[in-house]
Every structure is written in structure tokens, then in C-alpha cells.
């Protein structure tokens, strides 16, 4: 039997009238609302909270999953940078050399035909 408004009405009118106003409303107060089949069970919330662990541990492993991968390609791009870095410093280093060498002969050169002059 489902309860509607209007039997709640009918509820509270006899209840006013056998135990008074005050009464009758902390009964109707302390009264589910109607709809009582739309409230969740104990059951219901067991059946949830199990569906919301499976959930959550499907989103743990995917998460596991796309990390791993994260962190393989960001060791990948790290050795690609430290690797390019590398050959960047040589190659600076090999032209600072050069032009150090370079820099070095000229300055012999000039001390050579300074003390060939005098």
C-alpha cells in the first residue's frame, strides 16, 4: 500500500484529534516522507559502495598504467636531451678550443715578428 498525501493528511487529522496539535506534529515530523520505496536501503548502499571499490580499482591499475608509461617516455626524452646536450657541449668546446688555438697563434705570431724586429 503506498501512502500519499492525502492519507498522510488523514493521519495527521485523527492523530490531532486523539492526542492534540503539538503531538500530531512531532509524529508527522519524526513520519518518512512520502515515497519511502525512493529511500536507500542498507543494501542499497552495500551494493554501491561495492560498485564504487570495483570502479576505484579500475581507475588505480588504469592510472598505474598511464604513469608507467609516463614515466618510460619521460626517461626516453630525458636521454634524447641529456644525449643532445652533450653533443652541444662538445661541439662548443671544440670551436672555444679552436678559436682559443686560434686566438693563441695569432699572439705568437705577433710576439714572433715583434722580437724579429728588434
Known amino acids: 500500500m ?22 500530531a506534529n512531532a509524529i508527522m515530523e519524526m513520519l518518512p516522507p512520502a515515497g519511502v520505496p525512493e529511500l536507500a536501503t542498507k543494501q542499497d548502499l552495500a551494493l554501491m559502495s561495492a560498485e564504487l571499490r570495483t570502479e576505484f580499482a579500475e581507475l588505480r591499475t588504469e592510472l598505474k598504467g598511464e604513469m608507467a608509461g609516463l614515466r618510460t ?46
Open 73 to 118: 617516455e619521460l626517461k626516453g626524452e630525458m636521454a634524447a636531451l641529456g644525449e643532445r646536450m652533450e653533443r652541444l657541449l662538445r661541439e662548443q668546446t671544440s670551436r672555444y678550443i679552436g678559436w682559443l688555438l686560434g686566438v693563441a697563434g695569432v699572439g705568437v705570431a705577433a710576439a714572433g715578428a715583434i722580437a724579429g724586429l728588434a
Open 2 to 23: 503506498s501512502v500519499d498525501q492525502a492519507m498522510r493528511a488523514e493521519v495527521y487529522l485523527a492523530l490531532e484529534t486523539i492526542h492534540g496539535k503539538d503531538v
